[in-house]
């Protein structure tokens, strides 16, 4: 059991999965054209934010009559301002895998108190999609960032489906194909994928979303941020950069900056190998390991971006303490910076390989976890 230090270091430690890390080789510098001190409102602020709604329909393939909008409190705001503006026109089948799609029920069932049908799948594993009544709203994640497991595609949504699709795909977009024909509603923050800063959503409508927002009023009142329509009509403005609030130039320039890097390595498809290769290289050391395993019960739906791992070695008897004296030796050697499990989740690693973490950095860290392990393993029979 060897717990010599490994001799190679990531170049770049973080590994965390939102706030991100940033696009290899950013710098400050990069958002040098940013128009400080100027309203988002002036000529250059709403073509800035334009641009940013524009590359995004180019890179991610969103359909040309979906609407994209750039909206406040990151993916929890994008997503809250779907569900209290589309919910309640029909019956609600809420499925979560996750805290955060279990967060998404919380709020339909004791917030909007909706008697919506639930459906919860243990961490590891996901909804059984044939089991789903589309004729229902049906509001999910596509990847369980605190579970590490994702639908694999969208083969089980009927393409005539009655009732909306709410997709909360913040971990998702940019590193996985969204099948935007099965989705109405897909949210993201750019945060997590591109390795945006905070505090920014995304929120995309399909035509089935936009004709039920003109159609339905919510029995609720709706806060001002949350509004979406004027007047019975869907409110245009927001959705070519004219946005509710006001945002961070600072923040939607680094976005840009992001998103043309993306450009540079092939679009959605470089972004999803990046994602893949990064992924695959956890795969490939844990898959002979008899004391580490993906969380992931199925392969076929383990993410590529948020891998969680768990330590499975029978000598191991408090499995929360242990996960966290690994983390924290991960970080104390400055290898792996917020590597640890989700605070909800099952005990254990989360090692972020979205689109801008490089593959060697995650090859140069998959010997640092052994090392760590083996030294937590040796402290125990010390103390033992």
């Not at 979560?96 to 709020?107: I, L, N, P, Q, Y």
């Not at 977009?173 to 994928?193: E, H, R």
């Not at 580490?292 to 499995?319: E, Q």
Request: net charge negative; charged share 20%.
């Amino acid at each position: 059991m060897a717990t010599t230090a490994p001799a190679t270091r990531p170049a770049n430690p973080r590994f965390s999965s939102g706030p991100c890390a940033k696009i290899p080789g950013f710098s400050l510098d990069m958002l040098a054209d940013a128009p400080l001190g100027r309203s988002h409102r002036a000529a250059v602020g709403k073509a800035k934010l334009k641009e940013a709604i524009e590359l995004t329909r180019d890179i991610l393939g969103v359909p040309a009559d979906y609407r994209i909008g750039i909206v406040p409190a990151s993916d929890t705001g994008a997503v809250e301002m779907a569900l209290w503006s589309l919910l309640g026109a029909r019956p609600v089948e809420m499925l979560a895998w996750e805290s955060f799609g279990e967060g998404w029920v919380t709020d339909v069932v004791k917030q909007l108190k909706l008697e919506a049908t639930v459906k919860i799948a243990p961490y590891g594993e996901i909804v059984d999609f044939a089991s789903v009544d589309f004729d229902k709203d049906v509001v999910f994640t596509w990847n369980g960032t605190t579970s590490g497991v994702r639908l694999p595609n969208g083969n089980a949504i009927p393409a005539n489906r009655a009732g909306l699709t709410i997709c909360d795909a913040t971990s998702a977009a940019f590193a996985m194909d969204l099948p935007f024909d099965k989705l109405d509603v897909v949210t993201f923050s750019w945060q997590k994928v591109l390795g945006g800063e905070g505090a920014h959503g995304v929120l995309i409508l399909s035509p089935r979303a936009v004709e039920r927002l003109e159609s339905y009023t919510p029995a609720w009142p709706l806060p001002k941020i949350f509004r979406l329509t004027s007047k019975g009509k869907i409110s245009e403005g927001i959705f070519v950069g004219e946005t509710i609030n006001t945002p961070s130039m600072l923040c939607v320039e680094d976005y840009l900056v992001a998103l043309k890097w993306s450009q540079t390595i092939g679009g959605l498809k470089g972004l999803i190998a990046r994602s893949e290769a990064n992924a695959k290289a956890i795969a490939d050391f844990i898959a002979d390991k008899d004391w580490i395993a993906n969380l992931a019960v199925d392969p076929a739906t383990a993410s590529c971006t948020s891998v969680c791992l768990k330590f499975t070695d029978p000598r191991i008897s408090d499995g929360a303490t242990f996960a966290k004296n690994v983390a924290k030796r991960l970080e104390k050697e400055g290898v792996a910076l917020d590597a640890g499990a989700y605070r909800d989740a099952p005990a254990g690693l989360r090692i972020w390989c979205g689109a801008t973490v490089e593959t060697s950095d995650v090859q140069a860290l998959l010997p640092w976890i052994e090392y760590a392990f083996n030294t937590e393993i040796a402290a125990l029979a010390q103390a033992a």
